[in-house]
Structure formats: C-alpha cells, structure tokens
C-alpha cells in the first residue's frame, strides 16, 4: 500500500494538518479547483457519449436509479476518468480515514434529472456499532457546478461518529436534519468524505442536469462494489500503472 501511495504522489503531508482535522471532526472535505478546464470539458463530453452510447443499459453494471441518469465501470471507458480514482489529494484522504490497506470499490457518475434526484439521509455503508472502524470512503467529481437548486449533496457534519443510522434518530430520513449542509461548489471540485456521514441528494429544481462522478473506495478486507478483475480489461490493464492496478485490485 505505501508504495502504491508514494509512487502515486501520496505523503504525510499531501494534505494539510487543516483538512485532516475536518476529515476527522466533519466527515468531509470539500477541495476547489482540482479539475483544470480542458479535463472538466473532455469528462463531459465523454459522459454524454457513454450516455448515448449505453441509452437504457446505462449504470446496469452497478446500479440503475429512478429520476436519475447513471454510468458505471468508468474506469474501463476512458483514460480521461484516470486521474479521479489515482488523485493524491483523494488518496491521501482515504487512507487518513481507513487507516489500513484499500482499493477502488467502483467509479461511477451520476445526474438528477429536472425535478427529481431526492435521496433519504443514509450512509453507504449501514448501521455501525460505537467504536467500529470505518471501511468505506466516497469522493464526488463535480463536473458541472453544485448550486442549492440542482440536486447538489446534503450531509450532516459529524455523522460518522454516530451509532447506528439516520432513522435511529429522525422520523423521516427523506426530510431535511437541523445540521444538514449542501456540498456547493463550481465544477472541477472534489468533496471527500467519510461514507459513514449521513448524506444524500437533492431535488434538481433546475432545467439541467447536474453531472457529478463517484469514486468509491473500501478498506481491502472487503468486497468491491464492482469486480474489477472481473471487469478490467486488457486495454485498460496495459495503460495503467503498477500503482492503479494495485488499487483496482487486478
């Protein structure tokens, strides 16, 4: 693991004494400025060419979601998703939460349709118990910019140390929390976040869609929510370095 993350431009001070303390006492970080320009215009237009070219088996080989456009397996559709799941900063984040050994779970992307995307407060990865280790991390890619009316992602700063899940505490987990706060932010950021904070969408009360990808990380002891042996393939295998393949685990 600690050569992967060095040979990857991961060190003890890749991020700031700052932003692992919010990573602790918050649950996320949220970075500006991550995607140059050109990146940001090349993702997009690669993710609307997938979305053409999937049309309704779009998102299958993970999740497909009502009210939503998804895709999945990026990490085989393109060298421009590359840089997402290998990204220092993201690393460095990861490995600060998780504390031990971890791979890329999936890479997905995901978009609110006009008037729908609304999500209940959950975490990723369930109910823990008081004390248990974290074992999932999430990152969002911003590709177009979160605003308080496209369907950007709430959290509840802090959730993480919480036992158990939202519903244990509120009556309704589709409803707003007092401490809620909206991830906003122009595109080419990156939130970072403990997947055990409580989160979830917003209602896109915009005439666009709002486009964002997922890279999703878990502590190696774990299944990946996307196989990725079972899925790389020998394109991407061969274009990417001894360091990615060891976080796809392939």
């Not at 006009?114 to 590709?143: C, K, M, Y």
């Not at 009316?149 to 959730?159: E, I, K, Q, S, W």
């Not at 158990?164 to 409803?175: E, F, I, K, L, R």
Request: proline share 3%; charged share 25%.
């Amino acid at each position: 693991m600690e050569e992967a993350l060095t040979s990857l431009d991961v060190t003890d001070h890749t991020l700031t004494e700052q932003e692992k303390k919010q990573l602790d006492e918050q649950g996320f970080l949220l970075l500006t400025g991550i995607m140059e320009s050109d990146w940001i215009h090349q993702v997009r237009e690669s993710y609307e060419t997938l979305m053409r070219r999937e049309g309704q088996s779009a998102g299958m080989e993970v999740h497909q979601e009502t009210g939503t456009r998804r895709l999945a397996d990026l990490v085989n559709k393109g060298e421009v998703f590359d840089r997402m799941y290998t990204h220092p900063k993201v690393l460095a984040g990861v490995y600060h939460i998780l504390k031990r050994e971890f791979n890329l779970s999936s890479l997905n992307a995901r978009d609110a349709v006009p008037g729908q995307g609304h999500q209940a407060l959950h975490a990723d990865w369930g109910a823990r118990t008081q004390g248990e280790p974290f074992h999932v991390v999430n990152s969002i890619w911003l590709i177009d910019e979160f605003t308080a009316d496209n369907g950007a992602t709430r959290v509840v700063p802090g959730t993480q140390h919480q036992a158990g899940s939202p519903g244990d505490y509120m009556s309704d987990p589709q409803g707003e929390h007092p401490d809620q706060q909206l991830i906003l932010a122009p595109a080419g950021s990156v939130a970072i976040f403990n997947a055990h904070v409580w989160h979830g969408g917003t209602t896109n009360r915009t005439a666009t869609t709002r486009r964002a990808c997922h890279a999703y990380y878990t502590a190696s002891e774990h299944e990946q929510q996307l196989d990725q042996k079972e899925y790389i393939r020998k394109s991407t295998y061969d274009r990417i370095t001894e360091a990615a393949r060891y976080l796809l685990n392939v």
